[in-house]
């Protein structure tokens, strides 16, 4: 049964599969009639498309026609290897077949000659025979005989006068006499055989003459390209190609005896001066070779694989005379110029049909990586030395801007302001990174700038974690910056001091990097028409890596952030002895001292109130313009210091299951403290939805403890109104307000005005 199933869903799917052919050849059909109309189709199917669908489909099919022919490009230099290989012994069997037919023409000959001679004897005896043959065609025989036997005399003299283009003339009528006289046999082998030898003879000997020619350095121009020519006429054109290509190189390495690099030359010039010579020698072998062999494809083979050769010999002596010192030593400008003279050289030869610019880049990208992990590696060491010193007071910039004396200026051209303010060691940061985009800006044609900004995050994220050790107390750092040799950090001991570093560590990320970052885009790069015509799809498929790469550096803000809150928050609850001021003693205790309470929020409450007012004040000077971080800052603040509580497992054991239950008094100060807590959140514009929901669970955690002594605690918790008047009366005492009260209601008895009906939905929820 299976193997029957089986059978019959194969038999569907070849049926599947033949329909599918069949129809595919129908739809082929109409493209092989011999009335197909091209224009007419296309209208056909696109009748329905406006203009702008239109341009966007020609767009498409241009983008599609030019990955075609780049990567039919790669496949083509990827093959020209084998190609020539193979051309070349093709070349050779074809030598031995002419030579194996050359051996068989003259054993031909000899037989021939043999057979006619016995025949002329034979026929001898018969008188009547002789009579049939004219006296004017015997006399023609002979002058014909006498002439081919001056002709290799005349062979000689056109040799030694040098009168090339008779000799090839005369060596073609030559070969054409003897191949007429084996096909009518008028005549003898006596003849043909000396002046066949005689034709080979001189045919190799002006061959010889033509190469010596060729090789002679002062063959030039004209001369050495009649001699190829020549060569190539005489049938030896795969030799006359290689003395083509050998005679320019022999040329411009002669030249190059005068070119003699120091090590304390200018690079730059030294890179001009050879491209100069290389690629003009290139350019010219390129022309005489399309001059004279046209377009055979396996001299167009041999001339690519030959100027790749010389591209890759000119890239290793700029590697090695320029770009290897440059790059050692980190000079980024340095290098860049050298690449960019070399491909301004290289890239007039794509006139000519070679495009060996993706050979130079591929060459000369290590030495430039080389020069781009050096200067990173400077701009680190740098910062890192100035972080040891700094001391943490944000500054304006001074009016130069730039230490190197060059403008910071955006790709638009417009000169930066210099009223952000930085310490002392962003700001260098800050100034090495200008000078080392712009540097790098000229080498976005070899595909760097991705490697660029992952290099420059590398960096600024060593710069975070400077910033993260300069935070007191943050031990748990301590290893990882041992471990990887950088020096000590002064550390940040105000709360001025810490929140300078947020400021240089925000306004790097979010402002001042991805704006000197746009300098990567072709955008800011040159006034060349044809860059003109791409710069807007360029930027474009620039700007996701931007935002993906400003997203990367903020997340390393954030980790400055957490460490920021974590360590505050810690000073908040712990006491330098290790003891907690946020413990569930607090709130246990307070039943039994009832009478003495005076309804006012915790001290850790008061305390993280005021810590953010402080920090608020600071921010106002520090972040300007960018309010939305401070507001962030002191959401996960807030954040941290009652996640810290809503997770301390003590605390709630205490609360739920301690010695004694959390009474009236004591839920009634824990629900104020949170309160407070949602008070002057909201007053900051910084009551996040996550805190505002972890201090709902809080409140209903401890009304459901509450509950669980068997009494309501809607039955003693005041109105919310209370407790918000409570607040704000607390907040203004804190910030050194005072608040005239009404007599009608005195704040600090909470039994005064206790409703079921005014209690929030928290509550409710809390006791369902």
Known sequence: MSSGKTTSSRSRVVQSTNVNASKLEENLNVFKADTFDADGFVNSKCHTLNEKEIRQLCSYLLDLKKASAEEMRRSVYANYTAFIRTSKEISDLEGELSSMRNLLSTQVTLIHGLAEGVHIDSLSDDDSSISSISKDEMRETSDLEKKLREFPDLLDVLLAERRIDEALDSLDEGDRIISEAKDNSSLSSAVLLPLQSAITERRQKLANQLGEAACQPSTRGVELRAAIYALKRLGDGPRAHQLLLNAHYQRYQYNMRTLRPSSTSYGGAYTAALSQLVFSAVAQAASDSMAIFKNEKAYTSELVVWATKQTEDFALLVKRHALASSAAAGGLRAAAECVQIALGHCSLLEEKGLALCPVLLRLFRPSVEQALDANLKRIEESTAALAAADDWELTVAPSSARQSGRSIATPTGITMGSHHKLSSSAHRFNTMVQDFLEDVGPLLSMQLGGKTLDGLFQVFNEYVSLL?????????????????????????????????????????????????????????????????????????????????????????????????????????????????????????????????????????????????????????????????????????????????????????????????????????????????????????????????????????????????????????????????????????????????????????????????????????????
């Open 468 to 768: 993260i050790k300069a935070l007191p107390g943050s031990m748990e750092e301590e290893e990882n910056f041992e471990a990887s040799g950088h020096k000590s950090v002064r550390i940040a001991d105000s709360e001025s001091q810490q929140m300078a570093l947020l400021a240089n560590a925000s306004l790097l990320a979010d402002e001042l990097l991805p704006r000197a970052s746009m300098k990567l885009t072709p955008l800011s790069q040159g006034n060349n028409k044809d860059d003109i015509r791409r710069r807007p799809s360029d930027r474009q498929n620039r700007q996701p890596e931007l935002r993906e790469w400003k997203r990367r550096l903020m997340s390393s803000v954030d980790r400055l952030k957490d460490s920021f809150c974590r360590q505050h928050a810690l000073d908040l609850i712990f006491t330098e002895d290790g003891d907690s001021h946020l413990h569930a003693e607090m709130y246990l205790n307070m039943d039994g001292n009832a009478d003495e309470i005076e309804w006012f929020p915790s001290a850790i409450f008061q305390e993280l109130y005021a810590k953010l007012n402080r920090m608020a004040t600071l921010a106002a000077d520090m972040f300007v313009g960018r309010e939305r971080f401070a507001i962030l800052l002191f959401m996960r603040l807030t954040e941290t210091v009652i996640l810290w509580l809503s997770g301390d497992q003590t605390f709630w054991d205490d609360i739920e299951e301690g010695p004694r239950p959390i009474g009236s008094v004591g839920l009634q100060q824990f629900y104020l403290d949170m309160k407070f807590v949602m008070c002057f959140a909201s007053q900051g514009r910084y009551l996040s939805r996550n805190l505002h929901r972890v201090i709902n669970e809080i409140i209903s955690r401890a009304m459901t403890a509450f509950s669980a002594t068997g009494m309501d605690p809607n039955s003693v918790l005041p109105e919310d109104d209370w407790f918000t008047e409570v607040c704000i009366e607390a907040m203004e005492r804190l910030s050194g307000k005072t608040k005239i009260l009404n007599g009608e209601r005195e704040l600090n008895s909470p039994t005064a005005s206790v409703s079921a009906q005014s209690i929030s939905s928290v509550r409710s929820h809390g006791s369902s």
